[in-house]
């Protein structure tokens, strides 16, 4: 085992190969706050690239209700349950000491899935990386529990609609989007006897090469977020490309001059949860200091978005603003003790995180860099923070505007959205 440094556990952590970063790492931002569950993202994925048979159970993109719903069921409760008994009550998070760039979160002092997986050997020794190889049963249903809520009773003091006040809802549910998180130190690459997958020096897309695997599914057992699958008519296991052809700019339509592309479940996100990017990264592995890079602000700047599941270790590029009704403990579970820092930041967003906040499903094309032109101010608003306390927030109508890789303006949208109104005589149903 080599001794690695993941920046989200803000510590060095054992993984079976030596650490090597790509150029650019492909990364996302998802905020289950606007996702409103409608399956928009999953079919465009399944309608690109999983259409054929024996891939007729696989759904690389996937909406989860949170917290019964998983696809493959009980994914990331079993993983969880895994990890306290290989490692009972150490599952730990130290976070008296942080520091922006090296832990951002404090120090993780449990154990990952690498580690963890020395704990548990089989017949065959231990795993490269502690997981499990889902049943059947658990694949078939991708959408069980769909907006099935937890909590109750629902009238609460004797009033309908109390159990649903902010800070925390009583009763609650939310949509969580997932696709391959092109992990950093991905479980799956490590799990592989055949070194059949690969991360692409270039994007940091995670690949299966087809004719390396030999359908062991060793990649279903150590992906920790079950994103490499299996199909038993080519007896290989596939995952999530990353629309890489999108990625590099191949599709002319929505490239003409060629920049990099978002991928088809970004791209036709009804609910504008989505902002898909390329971050740079330094030869030792660490984010390139990339201020205007909309990606980097939200994540490492201002730590408004969460990495799923940090503390299994693979360094996952998928990163989420936590759902600001949802009991602490669980989104803390999930995304770690950045949590309350999040929900502060997105409550009441400053003017500028306000301004690239709209960037989200702006426009196809990949927004490498920002710029905010100010506007007049137009409104104060009272918001109350989630320790009860309020805050006048200030809304200017700024406008934002996104750049594509070739520096070529693609967005430009104000604050607040231009209304138009149609006139009346040329629409009979004009009001
Ligand atoms: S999410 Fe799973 S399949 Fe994707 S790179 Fe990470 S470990 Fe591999
Ligand atoms: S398309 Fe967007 S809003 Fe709809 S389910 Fe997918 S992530 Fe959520």
Known sequence: MAEVYNWQLGREMSYPYEARFPEWQFAFVFNPNRCIGCQTCTMACKSTWTFSKGQE???????????YGGYPQNWDSKLLN????????????????????TKPYGTFNGMTIFEAAEKRPGPDGPQAALGYLPTDDEWRHPNIHEDTATGGPFKQEGQYGASAQLPEHKVWFFHLARIC?????PGCLASCPRQAI?????????????????????????CPYKKAMYRPTTR??????????????????????????????????????????????NPDGTWADDPKNPLHYLIRQRQVALPLYPQFGTEPNGFYIPPRWVPRNYLIQMFGPGVDHAIEQYTCPDRELLAVLQLFRANQQIIFRYEIEEGPKVCELEVTMPSGETKVQEIFND??????????????????????????EAHVNSI
């Open 236 to 281: 290989t296991s596939e995952k999530c490309i990353g629309c890489y052809p999108r990625i590099e700019g191949k599709d002319p339509t929505i490239s003409p001059t060629g920049a990099p592309a978002e991928t088809r479940c970004m791209a036709v996100c009804v609910g504008k949860i989505r902002l898909q990017g390329l971050v740079k990264k």
């Open 82 to 101: 895994m990890l306290e008994e290989a490692n009972p009550g150490q599952q730990v998070w130290n976070i008296s000491e942080k520091d922006a760039d």
């Open 181 to 185: 998180n092109h992990c950093t130190y």
């Open 198 to 222: 690969y991360k692409r020096p270039e994007d940091g897309i995670v690949l299966i090469d087809q004719s390396r695997c030999r359908g062991y599914r060793k990649c279903v057992e150590g």
């Open 399 to 424: 406008t934002v505007l996104g750049f594509n890789k070739l520096g070529e303006e693609v967005v430009r949208i104000t604050i607040e959205e231009p209304t138009f109104e149609r006139p009346s």
């Open 57 to 67: 159970h696989m759904w690389w993109n996937n909406v989860e209700s949170k917290p």
